[in-house]
């Protein structure tokens, strides 16, 4: 689910604090191009109008009582595979946060960072893009396996190898076709293929394989891992 051109980022906000959610309301809907469709106050709630609402993007709490947030992204992404889903916390715990990027979610910030970065990470993750801070992006190299990452890449084609590359880097689908001398439709192509050899759910968790296979070094993602995640 991508916001179209033109048209207004649909946001749906899921916390269990009502005064978080109407405070995110008010500051959202100053903003133009960004409209919440909808609340839910519970994992469950979630789940069950996420299906009605289908938002663009999900800003998801991971601490809510009797299912989690963490629980929620997992069931919500077997429902709606393309849901944009990114983590609004107040405890940057590494653990839970690698278990979110794990679960599928694509972005991730903290409650207390300044408005203009959580509006610029909502409309980054609209558009497909990661919203990752390279501080957690380096917390989460360090749980993966390496061996495991290199027999993984070998899986792919030369081809595919270059999409990744290009992925990593922060680049949408437009400008890979166009340095690559591709169709769109080739490069989604070669993406769907690229996350299913490696077993990834998106564009997140491509990007970090990435780094951690030494595609690309972290310095070259500074757009790519702009997470507002402090």
Same mark, same amino acid.
């Given at each position: 689910?991508?916001? =179209?051109?033109?048209?207004?980022?649909?946001?749906?906000?899921?916390?269990? =604090?009502?005064?978080?959610?109407?405070?995110?309301?008010?500051?959202?809907?100053?903003?133009?191009?960004?409209?919440?469709?909808?609340?839910?106050?519970?994992?469950?709630?979630?789940?069950?109008?996420?299906?009605?609402?289908?938002?663009?993007?999900?800003?998801?709490?991971?601490?809510?009582?009797?299912? +989690?947030?963490?629980?929620?992204?997992?069931?919500?992404?077997?429902?709606?595979?393309?849901? =944009?889903?990114?983590?609004?916390?107040?405890?940057?715990?590494?653990?839970?946060?690698?278990?979110?990027?794990?679960?599928?979610?694509?972005?991730?910030?903290?409650?207390?960072?300044?408005?203009?970065?959580?509006?610029?990470?909502?409309? +980054?993750? &609209?558009?497909?893009?990661?919203?990752?801070?390279? &501080?957690?992006?380096?917390?989460?190299?360090? #749980?993966?396996?390496?061996?495991?990452?290199?027999?993984?890449?070998?899986?792919? &084609?030369?081809?595919?190898?270059?999409?990744?590359?290009?992925?990593?880097?922060?680049?949408?689908?437009? #400008?890979?076709?166009?340095?690559?001398?591709?169709?769109?439709?080739?490069?989604?192509? =070669?993406?769907?293929?690229?996350?299913?050899?490696?077993?990834? #759910?998106?564009?997140?968790?491509?990007?970090?394989?990435?780094?951690?296979?030494?595609?690309?070094?972290?310095?070259?993602?500074?757009?790519?891992?702009?997470?507002?995640?402090?």
């Amino acid at each position: 689910m991508y916001a =179209h051109s033109g048209q207004a980022i649909q946001v749906m906000l899921v916390d269990d =604090h009502a005064m978080v959610r109407a405070g995110l309301k008010v500051l959202l809907e100053q903003m133009p191009d960004i409209h919440v469709v909808g609340e839910a106050a519970s994992g469950f709630q979630a789940i069950e109008r996420v299906k009605q609402l289908l938002p663009d993007v999900i800003l998801m709490d991971l601490a809510m009582p009797g299912m +989690d947030g963490i629980e929620a992204i997992q069931r919500i992404l077997a429902i709606l595979p393309g849901q =944009h889903i990114i983590v609004l916390t107040g405890f940057l715990d590494e653990e839970r946060l690698v278990q979110a990027v794990r679960a599928g979610a694509q972005g991730c910030v903290d409650k207390t960072i300044p408005p203009e970065d959580l509006v610029q990470a909502i409309r +980054d993750v &609209s558009l497909g893009k990661p919203a990752l801070s390279s &501080s957690l992006a380096w917390r989460i190299l360090r #749980e993966m396996n390496g061996n495991e990452i290199r027999q993984q890449k070998n899986k792919l &084609s030369e081809r595919e190898i270059e999409v990744l590359r290009l992925m990593t880097q922060g680049k949408l689908d437009a #400008e890979i076709a166009q340095e690559l001398v591709l169709t769109e439709v080739t490069v989604r192509t =070669h993406i769907s293929r690229i996350l299913i050899k490696l077993g990834l #759910e998106n564009r997140v968790q491509a990007a970090l394989y990435g780094l951690r296979s030494g595609l690309v070094s972290i310095s070259e993602t500074s757009e790519v891992l702009d997470a507002r995640c402090r």
